[in-house]
C-alpha cells in the first residue's frame, strides 16, 4: 500500500476543527501531546478504517504499507529546475504528521528512505515475483500473482502485477 496517500485523505477530509480542539487540550495541559487526544484517536481509527477498506477491495489477506520518509528523497537533490514537487501545496492537513508517526509505531508502516513510497512498492512487486519463479507479465505470472499494489500514483503502475486504485476502485494488471 502506498501509505503516503492516507494521512492526506483522513487529515483533509476531518477538518480543521478537531485538529485545533486537539491542539488546545495540548495548550491547556490537558493531555501531553496531539497524538493522546480523543480528535487524533478519531483521525487514526478513520485511517485504519479506510486502511482495511483498500485491504478488504483488494482482496487480500494483509498488507505491507510504505510511506516517503520526505527529507531524504533522492529526486530533491536532482531537481534543478524547480524544486522537487515545488507546485505543489506546502501546507499539511490536519494531524499529517501524527498520523504519519503512528503508521510508523502503531501499524509497522516502512519509511522508505532515499526513494519514495511507490519505489518500494516496485521492488517488492518485483522480489514478489522473482519468489514466484514465473516471467514478469507471462500468462504464469497473471494466473500465480499473489500481491496487489495499491496506489493511485501513476509511477506504480510502471511494475507488472495487479494494480488497484483507491481513486477509482478498479482493478488492472
Known amino acids: 500500500v502506498d501509505a503516503d496517500l492516507l494521512p492526506y485523505r483522513v487529515g483533509f477530509s476531518i ?46 489477506d494483509s498488507a ?14 536532482i531537481a534543478f529546475t524547480d524544486c522537487y514537487k515545488g ?30 513510497a511507490d519505489d518500494n512498492l516496485s521492488i517488492e512487486a518485483t522480489r514478489r515475483t522473482k519468489l514466484l519463479g514465473v516471467v514478469a507479465g507471462s500468462i504464469a505470472h497473471r494466473e500465480f500473482c499473489d500481491y496487489v499494489t495499491a496506489s493511485s500514483d501513476k509511477d506504480s503502475t510502471i511494475t507488472t502485477g495487479f494494480h488497484w486504485n483507491p481513486d477509482t476502485y478498479k482493478m488492472t494488471w
Open 15 to 60: 477538518g480543521d476543527i478537531p485538529f485545533l480542539e486537539a491542539k488546545a487540550l495540548v495548550a491547556d495541559g490537558t493531555f501531553k501531546s496531539i497524538s493522546d487526544t480523543p480528535q487524533f484517536e478519531s483521525a487514526f481509527d478513520q485511517l485504519c478504517s479506510t486502511l482495511n477498506l483498500w485491504v478488504r477491495k483488494t482482496k487480500c
Open 87 to 116: 507546485q505543489r501545496v506546502a501546507e499539511k492537513p490536519p494531524f499529517f504528521n501524527e498520523l504519519k508517526d503512528a503508521m510508523t509505531d502503531a501499524l509497522g508502516c516502512i519509511l522508505s528512505d532515499g526513494i519514495e
Open 64 to 77: 505491507i504499507l510504505y510511506s516517503t520518509k520526505s527529507n531524504s528523497n533522492f529526486r530533491l537533490d
